[in-house]
């Protein structure tokens, strides 16, 4: 029993991935009344949820401008007499210049969204940010019909290696002896065959009652054989996570038998890796699978966000993401290990964090608390209220001798702004610095990463010396310990490093 061949099959070429807060044209064969993005009919006009809003309309098509929702964007122009579907794909830019190292960049984020929520047991609503990007698991239907295509593939290729195992062998290094050899054994004791031209020879010789037996070659093993294996054995772990039913048992008896094929052609097990391209193309096919199981139900958001290799299933506005995710990695770097944290709908973090951490000069251990999003509400010179509300206030100690650090997240292109915004950001700042006697503001912002150049610190000492405004470049690429490392230089960190004795 073999896998049937692949039905026909020309799939439409991808289109392009499109950087963030960019102008797209989509068209369609008549003026559109209506565009939808997901079931939500977009405006002409910009609005406080960032969704992306028309520009223009025309008779070929529309004009939409993007924002900072990246993922996989579903639009629909809908006309009198038709409906034009268009699937947008938008990486986060400011991440990262090139889309792949982009949405790597964003996998990474989800993933340690995902494991430090698990791991300080925030409340489940955090998870809404990265279960939106990462997508609903695929429906059983969905993933045995990418199996059977895989494992349609890995059939052709595994009967590629096994034609031409003389092409594929340079790839192998040293080839394997494969002529016959003599060997005298006693008689009756032959395990192959006797060539009876070399016994008789022999027995001329004196040599009666001794047989040569002519051993035959087994057939050469694929050098492919190893990565086919982990293919199908791949597949077939794939395989057994579908529900229960005829679907299931078909799949696994057909990987079965074809793993069972590559068996009898002999030892695979330790045979060192190939670099050949059927080797390749099963690697290929074996992470595929692999991520096609973490994207299968029971798999956590986040294992379906880093399943992705690539763009993500669906959705997420990048500047909550983002902030959300400085937020927890500053908390975490300045020692918090417990607390109790949610999430609004629109995404912002609220909650408070907690840490004992040592203290200032070696003074014992101290308090860390850390809260997100703080509403701040202080009367003024009037009868009129006020409420200022940072997105971290750190308070190391209690009392008038804590130390304070208040911090904001921007996912903005900080180097970049027009002089008007960074003021607004120096400004709002301050206001948090003033109300909380903080003599640190921090702005941490993604800066593209190591590779751009950007410059990874910036510290403005305000006039007096008392106080500082300070940008820190903080990336889902850095490396571990990063963060802390900063934190330390200045002087925001206290205690032995991680690791020294």
């Known amino acids: 029993m073999i896998l049937p061949s692949a039905l026909p099959h020309s799939a439409p070429a991808a289109p392009e991935p499109v950087a963030e807060e960019r102008v797209i044209f989509l068209s369609a064969p008549e003026r ?70 982009a949405f790597a960049a964003l996998g990474q984020m989800l993933v340690s969204v995902a494991e430090w929520e698990r791991q300080l047991g925030l409340a489940s609503p955090g998870e809404s940010a990265v279960g939106a990007v990462a997508g609903p698991p695929r429906r059983p239907e969905e993933a045995a019909a990418e199996l059977r295509a895989v494992g349609e593939e890995a059939w052709k290729l595994a009967q590629t290696a096994r034609r031409l195992p003389g092409l594929l062998t340079r790839f192998a290094g040293k080839r394997e002896r494969t002529s016959a050899g003599e060997r005298r054994v006693a008689g009756g004791q032959v395990p192959d065959r006797v060539d009876w031209s070399r016994t008789l020879e022999l027995w001329g010789r004196g040599g009666f009652a001794q047989h040569v037996a002519l051993d035959l070659p087994a057939p050469p093993l694929p050098v492919a054989a190893p990565a086919l294996l982990e293919l199908w054995s791949a597949l077939i772990h794939a395989a057994q996570t579908l529900p229960e039913g ?29 670099d050949d391209p059927v080797s390749r193309r099963a690697r ?25 290799g690539g763009a993500p299933r669906g959705s997420v506005r990048m500047a909550e993401l983002y902030e959300f995710w400085a937020q927890l990695t500053l908390a975490r770097a300045l020692g918090a290990q417990e607390g109790e944290v949610t999430r609004t709908p629109d995404g912002t973090g609220q909650g408070t964090l907690r840490g004992q951490v040592p203290g200032h000069n070696g003074g014992g251990e101290a308090q860390l608390t850390v809260t997100l999003n703080p509403r701040l509400a202080f009367g003024g010179v009037g009868p009129a209220s006020q409420t200022l509300q940072p997105d971290l206030l750190a308070l190391l100690g209690e009392g ?30 301050l ?69 020294s004795d």
């Open 32 to 101: 559109a009344d209506r565009v939808l993005l997901g079931e939500q009919a977009l405006s002409v006009f910009a609005d406080r949820q960032r969704t992306p809003y028309i520009e223009q309309l025309t008779a070929a098509g529309v004009h939409i401008r993007l924002t900072d929702w990246v993922g996989r964007l579903p639009f629909r122009l809908i006309g009198e007499r038709s409906v034009t579907e268009h699937e947008v794909t938008v990486y986060p830019a400011k991440l990262a210049r090139d889309p792949e190292a």
């Open 246 to 274: 005829p679907v299931r048992r078909d799949l696994l008896g057909r990987f079965d038998v074809a793993r069972a094929a590559l068996w009898r052609l002999g030892r695979v097990e330790g045979r060192k890796r190939a």
């Open 284 to 308: 290929d096919l074996t992470e595929r699978v692999h991520a096609l199981t973490r994207q299968t139900p029971g798999s956590t958001p986040g294992q379906r966000a880093a399943a992705a």
């Open 400 to 429: 008038a001798s804590g130390q304070v650090l208040v911090a904001d997240a921007k996912y903005r292109p900080l180097d970049r702004l027009s002089v008007e915004a960074q003021r607004e950001i120096n400004d709002q700042l």
């Open 431 to 499: 206001r948090y610095m003033g109300l909380l006697h903080a003599p640190t503001g921090l702005i941490l912002w993604p800066g593209l990463g190591a590779e751009a150049g950007a410059e990874r610190c910036r510290v403005s000492v305000l006039p007096g010396g008392r106080a500082r405004l300070v940008r820190l470049r903080l990336h889902p690429a850095d490396p571990p310990g990063q963060l802390a490392a900063d934190l330390r230089r200045l002087g925001l960190l206290w205690g032995p490093e991680v690791g």
